[in-house]
Every structure is written in structure tokens, then in C-alpha cells.
């Protein structure tokens, strides 16, 4: 589903998209390239790119999507939300609801990114649908405890769909992915 494997692979596909959305600058195939490889080995040195960019203009959502990745890269998740959140401000769109949406389950505000992962779907079902929105959503209605809603979800995921489980989501093929929301589900159940 991307290039490359596991992280660094859904990385470079998360950042591929954010790019196709720049509207004010088409970077090349070989800029691109050297941002993501900026991002990936020097987070730091993104943010000052990305934030040079942002001042000369300040009302380009992507900019603010771009730099968000650098922070989350960093492990600043609370910086990340606020770019995520003045990207969504700008321009609401897919991408960064869920990618908001993430990071707010790997923070423990699974209800805030449930409306997150619903904003996003109502927004473009089919782009949702594309860019693992059902995965994203089914894990936190499990973490919820929300059995039903969160197979529900599972059930829309392609035959094929195969996740690394990055950040503690669900791995491995649509069943098994299935067999661990329902774990996740029963087990917040329990405790609840």
C-alpha cells in the first residue's frame, strides 16, 4: 500500500500526499525527496525549513501539516497537535483530521479523536476509506469499548488491507486486525 516498509514507508506516503496538496509550491520529484530525507534524519532542521516557509506565507495549510510531522517525528505531540490544528483552521481536510486524530488516541483523548476520525470521514468518505480511516476509527471505538462500532469499521477495510501497526494500532491482515479490536474492545469493557 506504500513504498517502502513500516514506518518510514507510511511516512514517505503521508508526506507524498501533504506534497500533491501544496498549492503555492510544486517541488520536483528530487526536492521532495531531499525534504523527506531532511525529515526523516533531521527533523530539526524541517522545522526551520518549514517554519521559514510559513512566514512568507502564513495562510498555506500544508506547511502547517508538514511541519506537524517534523514535531510528531521529534516526539513534541503537543506542538504537533497545534500545527495539525491551525492546518485544519485553514483548510479542513482529510489528512490532517486523522492524522490529528492519531495522535490524540496515542495521548490517551480517544473521544477527541473519535470526532476527529468523524469530521475527516464526512469530509471525503472515499479518501477516508484510503487513507486507513477505518483503522484509525475502529481501534479507538475498541479502545472506547465500542465492540459493534469498531467491527463495524473493520468490516470496510479492503480484503487485502495489511497493517505494520504503527503506534500501537492493530497488525497484520484485515482478520487479524479484526481479532485484536475485539480484544481491545472487550478489554476496555472490563475495565471500564
Known sequence: MCAGNGLRGLWWQSCRLMAKRHLMRKPTPEQFKAEFDILWNEPEKYIELITDRIRQNPSEAPQYSSRARAWERLG????????????????????????????????????????????????????????????????????????????????????????????????????????????RARAAKRSS
Open 76 to 183: 513534541n505531540l503537543d506542538k504537533a497537535l497545534e500545527d495539525f490544528g491551525r492546518s485544519i483552521a485553514l483548510k479542513d481536510n482529510v489528512g490532517p483530521r486523522l492524522s490529528r486524530g492519531s495522535i490524540l488516541m496515542r495521548m490517551g483523548h480517544h473521544q477527541e479523536a473519535l470526532e476527529d476520525f468523524n469530521r475527516a470521514e464526512a469530509l471525503d468518505p472515499d479518501k477516508w476509506v484510503d487513507q486507513w480511516g477505518p483503522l484509525h476509527r475502529a481501534d479507538c471505538h475498541a479502545k472506547l469499548g465500542n465492540e459493534a462500532a469498531a467491527l463495524a469499521d473493520c468490516a470496510r477495510l479492503p480484503d487485502e488491507f495489511w497493517s505494520p501497526g504503527i503506534y500501537g494500532e492493530p497488525r497484520g491482515n484485515k482478520g487479524e486486525i479484526i481479532a485484536e479490536v475485539r480484544r
